[in-house]
């Protein structure tokens, strides 16, 4: 076996690496947010798995042509040109840090429970901005102390957490469940249909198996293993701690909760199960917080580097960090959680995940339009066709999921951001005469 071989991860680890990629935030406050429309959810947790699978079919087919994929931009632009390829690049950059102040909103929602203080808005707005810095200080050591931070988080987090799943079945009540089948006073269909858009956040990342194609042994065959793989797993466990928590403690009770697996975790063990719980949830959070963060800044840096953003998002350290770029990116997430504080946590983590599925549905949808319409030098299979056009149909249903107002402001920025591209984007030198 070559050392290159030897490098690279098979298929059981990279399809761990993108349930992983997934299973972070909406795991511990998704819960609580369902819970306002009762057990019906679990029907659009259903069919969010589904939609996920066929964007992550299209994601497998494009890591095929693009083994070295980065960025959106690799894919979008030999198909739909560089207006295209600029917007798909930075949605899904606005709305990483976007998402990442929604992993700060639940990560500081588990913790304050383990602190002596009151909690209130006014101290989870400080608890989340104290987190966010606390992060960007972290990622300025690089990289690698990143991912050993997360690899801790990953561990310790989930391990509490895996308890609840499997012993909370002894304590799951099917009376109490279907007492809060619907608790909104719509249609199923309805609560269904609405729950698409806030539900598929906990999918955002679904991408992330393509995106490591290149160190994927035999991507062809494995990349989509990944990809399908991790999807299901995650799709699977979301699916079992959405049902086994509304049958454990009443819907209303639930709702009102910032740390909806600690409270569940009390309803089982007693009090003293209450802090391990909120410990490894808040750590896990904070881990996927970390990580998520050192993605933003990798992906500030190369859309600067292909002339997307200004130049200061590319300005690496010696140690391979975007320090710069990074201040900037928490400076902005500091200003949207004042904007966004919310009464309740799960009132503010609803509006940030809606407007991070708004804008990453652009980077999907112009996934699923690259693989439709292939290139000249690459004409779309009938295959590829197929799962385009299936990528588009799930983009479609979360755009009809998403409110009126957050899909006008996802337009409103997409338009702006385009506006200042097209006014001082950075132009080629002229050709030296």
Wanted: hydrophobic content about 55%; proline content about 6%; overall charge positive.
């Amino acid at each position: 076996m070559s050392a290159t071989t030897a490098r690279k991860i098979g298929p059981v680890l990279a399809t761990f690496v993108v349930a992983n990629n997934m299973i972070g935030s909406g795991f511990f406050l998704l819960p609580a947010t369902l819970a306002k429309s009762g057990g019906v959810t679990a029907l659009a947790w259903l069919v969010c798995t589904v939609l996920a699978m066929m964007l992550g079919g299209a994601f497998a087919r494009l890591a095929r042509h693009h083994p070295d994929l980065q960025s959106p931009d690799d894919y979008v632009r030999p198909s739909l040109g560089r207006d295209a390829s600029f917007l798909a690049t930075t949605m899904y950059w606005v709305s990483s840090w976007i998402g990442n102040n929604a992993i700060a909103v639940a990560a500081f929602g588990y913790l304050v429970i383990l602190l002596p203080i009151e909690d209130s808005p006014g101290v989870r707005l400080g608890g989340q901005i104290a987190l966010i810095w606390l992060m960007f200080a972290l990622n300025l050591l690089g990289p690698r102390p990143i991912a050993r931070f997360q690899s801790m988080c990953v561990v310790l987090g989930l391990l509490p957490v895996a308890v609840i799943l499997t012993a909370g079945w002894a304590y799951f009540d099917p009376a109490l469940y279907r007492a809060a089948w619907n608790v909104s006073g719509q249609s199923d269909l309805a609560v269904v249909m609405h729950s698409l858009a806030p539900i598929f956040w906990a999918f955002v990342g679904l991408e992330t198996g393509a995106m490591v194609a290149g160190v994927v042994d035999d991507p062809d065959r494995n990349v989509p293993r990944a990809t399908l793989g991790g999807i299901a797993i995650a799709g699977v466990v979301y699916l079992v701690s959405s049902v086994l928590m509304m049958g454990i403690v009443p819907v209303a009770e639930l709702a009102e909760s910032g740390a909806p697996f600690a409270l569940v975790a009390g309803k089982m063990f007693g009090a003293w199960a209450i802090p391990l719980i909120a410990a490894a949830a808040a750590l896990k959070a904070t881990g996927t917080l970390g990580g998520w963060m050192l993605v933003t800044g990798e992906s500030g840096a190369r859309a600067a580097q292909r002339g997307f953003l200004p130049s200061v998002f590319g300005r690496l350290r010696s140690n391979g960090s975007a320090g710069t770029g990074l201040f900037i990116i928490a400076t902005l997430m500091t200003l949207l959680a004042v904007v966004t504080m919310s009464p309740t946590v799960s009132g503010q983590f609803e509006t940030l995940i809606e407007m991070v599925v708004i804008l990453v549905v652009m980077a999907y949808a112009a996934a699923g339009l690259s693989l439709l319409l292939g290139t000249p030098e690459r004409p779309a299979t009938r295959r590829e066709r197929v799962l385009g056009m299936g990528a588009l149909v799930a983009c479609g249903l979360l755009v009809y999921s998403t409110p009126g107002k957050t899909l006008v402001g996802g337009l409103v920025i997409a338009l702006l951001a385009w506006a200042a591209y097209r006014g001082f984007a950075r132009r080629p030198p002229p050709p030296a005469r």
